[in-house]
């Protein structure tokens, strides 16, 4: 299924935060959207879940426009992994993943039990098998980030968007997610996922998309669109490649350079 945006432009009271912004999303790709701190990555986000609505431009998914879906429809076609993992009530882990089976499930019906094989395979498929009867509140934040990642993976919608997923994850936790959204491209989800790590995009991104104060900078494969002079217009860092001899390549900051704080 195809997630498509055009020409969107969105204000915060009267401060435009995007202007002008188009891409598309189609099944089997993974997209990594990078851009600096408040450069309008989370907004984007947000409008293309439908949680706010753009000032100007519009979005679809599939053939129809996504204001014209109920929140049950768009829970089917699109999938989200929050950054924020907060929680007050001290559900189990199995319960918050079968929340994700929600728009699935029939006002009185209550769970199924292909509900609950989709909920154990979510948990068995990012290594959490083990989680399924904690409280999501007792758990740390990596391990809540991960059963969060279950929870839209057990909602089997065709478009997963999430907004920084590796934050909290430890390294090892880190590079299994990658492989994970490489996966799960693979097999026909269309995935966009928010990050601050170029590195990441060039391993696990079939394409990639700068945001520049709300902007479109760049948008296609991630070995042409992660050059140094982009690099340099995002973070204000020099950067280099560095061959591993495997036919990858890795992203560096080049040496010797000492660089202020931007905020
Ligand atoms: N609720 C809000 N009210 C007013 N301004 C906001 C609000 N949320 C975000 N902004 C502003 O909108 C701009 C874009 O913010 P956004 O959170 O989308 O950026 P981001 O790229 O996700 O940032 P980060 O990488 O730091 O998470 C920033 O200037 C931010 O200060």
Request: cysteine-free; glycine content about 0%.
């Given at each position: 299924m195809r997630l498509s945006a055009s020409h969107l432009a969105y204000a915060y009271d009267r401060r435009t935060v995007l202007e002008d912004v188009s891409l598309e999303l189609h099944a089997g790709e993974s997209v990594a959207l990078l851009g600096a701190n408040g450069s309008g990555k989370s907004t984007l986000i947000r409008l293309l879940l439908g949680i706010v609505q753009p000032l100007r431009g519009e979005i679809r998914v599939g053939d129809k426009p996504l204001s014209a879906l109920s929140a049950r429809e768009r829970a089917r076609r699109l999938a989200y992994v929050p950054q924020d993992h907060g929680a007050v009530f001290p559900f189990l882990v199995q319960d918050v993943v079968l929340m994700g089976r929600m728009p699935h499930q029939s006002w009185l019906g209550g769970a199924r039990a292909n509900d609950l094989t989709q909920v154990a395979n979510a948990l068995e498929r990012l290594g959490i098998?083990?989680?399924?009867?904690?409280?999501?509140?007792?758990?740390?934040g990596g391990q809540r980030q991960l059963v969060l990642i279950a929870r839209a993976l057990a909602q089997e919608a065709p478009i997963l968007i999430l907004d920084e997923p590796v934050t909290g994850l430890d390294y090892g936790n880190q590079h299994r997610l990658m492989a994970q959204i490489q996966d799960l491209a693979r097999s026909g989800f269309a995935i966009l996922q928010s990050s601050h790590y170029p590195e990441h995009a060039l391993a696990a991104a079939t394409r990639v998309i700068l945001l520049k104060d709300g902007r479109v900078l760049a948008d296609g494969p991630a070995e042409i669109v992660l050059c140094p002079e982009h690099m340099r217009a995002l973070y204000g860092v020099d950067i280099e490649f560095v061959d591993v001899g495997d036919g990858r390549r890795v992203i560096v900051p080049c040496a010797n350079k000492i660089l202020p704080l931007v905020v």
């Open positions: 098998a083990d989680l399924a009867l904690r409280a999501y509140t007792e758990l740390s």
